[in-house]
């Protein structure tokens, strides 16, 4: 069984994934966020690759500052990479790499290139930490006014309480492996020299150098530590290559055979790529299809380039006797390598797939149905534990902090006289905001008496709606607030809907109709309504014991959000 191990791509599979798992259970539950559970949860996604792409971006602008040379970039689906000196821009097909990946490489190894490589290394980290700090300050604290007013209202603070928790733990994740990297480059030893080492080959098999006129010294270099690390076995991939493509098999063979060996302890991240090699050089130059077989068959479909697939596969049907198959996939595997950034390493893999294409010929055995790639294997138990951990964290959230979205939304901007919020919530500036004092009022109940505010204080919290009858948005809360009213009634809140602008006959007939309950006002003029700023209905004000507003929802609220502002009106 192969290990669980919690890497950058583990996390962030689990954050892409998760989110929408829980929008179903919290859907099951009933559960609300914003009105439009799925609206919410797609601005999330969207979110989460910008995140995503942020450290990367970083990484980038480090790399252009130091001089380095561009190669790869992987974010989400996408996937830039640079061949020789030509861009090409495709789909990303390994999940695990969906965090994002960035390979830049020094364009010069000057005695200083340990210090460079450190601050590239530090450059993705420390730009995702800083506007990581930025959002978060804009998110939780208002402000002055006409700063934090420039947020749109609702989804972008649902998105960031639901990801925020998982998005720092990406981050310490990426920041631990960040120091722990730059801590090698900035002391002197083998370690330092076989990682320059290696980024020197690996720069010049980018630039479109074969493996087998690499460095000599460099290799020597990189293979200086023989410690079974993941460098080391990096370290002896590339030699491998380097002695395959100058003819010397046997040489290839036994750094292939110490890469094997050594990949029990690697992270599940690399050793289908390992078995893959492994795979072919067996098949081909051993002539054991067996073995070869059952690596291939051991190493999946993921993280495994598909030209080097297709190579393994054409090695493993050749020695198999499966001639017309093997021509096919090699013929594949030549299509494919356009695609790969490693230009150097192509060039030799294109000799080899060219080898086993020349060696096929049509009378061989007759071909059997063409192989397919595994699929990658998603870690579903942990996909569904972590869906149950963010179901439960986004109802925690809301019940230990039922203020923290409304007050996000309490001082945000609109122009113009009261008209029909959208779905997201329409937004207006105000000049009452969280903490204030509600202004008293007194309004024609549609009961025949007044509704003054306040006579309630001191006494019990109001929960006061303002409302339209041609508002659609309007309408639907209020299905929503009949049972919730009635429920926070019996535990002392009242409840007071405020009419703006319509004629009393109307809204008798209205209320009439839906057979409401709770305690209703009429502003025919709107004089209440421009007390509270409330140029947009729906909107929600929770006011405490005291008269102090506590909560402000602007839009459609959810059950779920009123649930939360009512709630926090009962703690002492």
């Known amino acids: 069984m ?33 009105g439009q559970l799925w609206l919410s949860f797609a601005a999330q996604m969207v979110v989460l690759v910008l995140v995503l792409a942020i450290p990367t971006v970083g990484s980038l602008l480090g790399a252009w500052l130091l001089g380095f040379r561009f190669v790869l970039w992987i974010v989400g689906p996408l996937r830039l990479a640079r061949p020789a000196n030509r861009l090409i821009l495709g789909r990303n097909d390994s999940w695990q790499a969906y965090g994002g990946t960035v390979l830049c490489v020094p364009t010069r190894f000057s005695p200083d290139v340990a210090r460079r490589l450190a601050y590239y290394t530090a450059a993705g980290p420390l730009l995702g930490l800083l506007i990581g700090i930025v959002c978060t300050l804009l998110l939780v604290s208002p402000g002055p006014a006409g700063a934090a007013d420039a947020f749109p ?149 993921h993280t495994v380039t598909p030209a080097d697939r297709c190579r393994a596969e054409a090695a493993v049907l050749l020695g198999e006797g499966r001639r017309a198959e093997a021509a096919v996939r090699a013929g594949e595997g030549l299509t494919l390598l356009g695609r790969d950034w490693n230009a150097g390493t192509a060039q030799a893999e294109r000799d080899w797939l060219q080898e086993i294409v020349s060696v096929t010929s049509a009378d061989g055995p007759a071909a059997r149905a063409p192989l397919v790639a595994r699929p990658a294997r998603w870690p579903w138990p942990a996909l569904l534990i972590g869906s149950v951990g963010v179901a439960g964290l986004a109802v925690a959230g809301g019940l230990l902090f039922p203020g923290v979205q409304a007050k996000a939304v309490a001082s945000l901007p609109f122009q113009g006289q009261c008209v029909a919020a959208t779905d997201s919530g329409t937004v207006q500036p105000r000049s009452l905001r969280v903490g204030d004092l509600a202004p008293d009022f007194t309004v024609d109940g549609v009961a025949g008496d007044e509704i003054t505010l306040s006579q309630y204080r001191g006494r019990q919290p109001v929960w006061l709606d303002f409302w339209q009858a041609g508002c659609v948005y309007c309408l639907q809360e209020m299905a929503d607030i009949q049972p919730i009213a009635q429920t926070y009634a019996d535990k002392g809140i009242a409840v007071i809907g405020v009419n703006v602008g319509d004629a009393p006959q109307q809204v008798q007939q209205f209320i009439r109709a839906k057979g409401y309950t709770w305690h209703f006002g009429i502003d025919r003029a709107g004089v209440v309504a421009d007390q509270y700023c409330s140029t947009a209905v729906p909107t929600d004000l929770f006011i405490n014991r005291d008269g102090v507003i506590q909560a402000i929802l602007v839009g459609r609220a959810g059950r779920t959000q009123l649930r939360m502002a009512l709630d926090s009106l009962l703690r002492p």
């Open 2 to 34: 192969s290990r669980f191990s919690l890497t950058p791509a583990t996390v962030t599979t689990l954050l892409i994934v998760c989110p929408a798992l829980a929008g179903i259970l919290l859907s099951l539950g009933g559960w609300e966020l914003g």
């Open 153 to 301: 209202a609702s989804y972008l603070h649902v998105v960031l309480l639901v990801l925020g928790p998982g998005l720092l733990l990406l981050i310490l994740v990426w920041g631990l492996r960040a120091a722990a990297l730059i801590t090698t480059y900035l002391k002197s030893g083998p370690a330092t020299d076989r990682r320059i080492a290696c980024l020197a080959l690996t720069a010049q098999s980018s630039a479109g150098q074969r493996p087998r006129e690499w460095s000599a010294p460099w290799i020597d270099q990189a293979l200086s530590l023989p410690d079974r690390s993941l460098p080391d076995v990096s370290a002896h991939l590339l030699a491998y290559y380097h002695a395959l493509d100058g003819g010397a098999v046997e040489a290839a063979g036994a750094h292939l055979d110490y890469a094997v060996a050594a990949s029990g302890a690697l992270p599940t991240l690399y050793r289908p790529g390992i078995y893959t090699e492994a795979a072919y050089f067996i098949a081909r130059y051993r002539n054991d299809p067996a073995t070869a077989r059952a690596l291939l068959d051991k190493s999946g479909g």
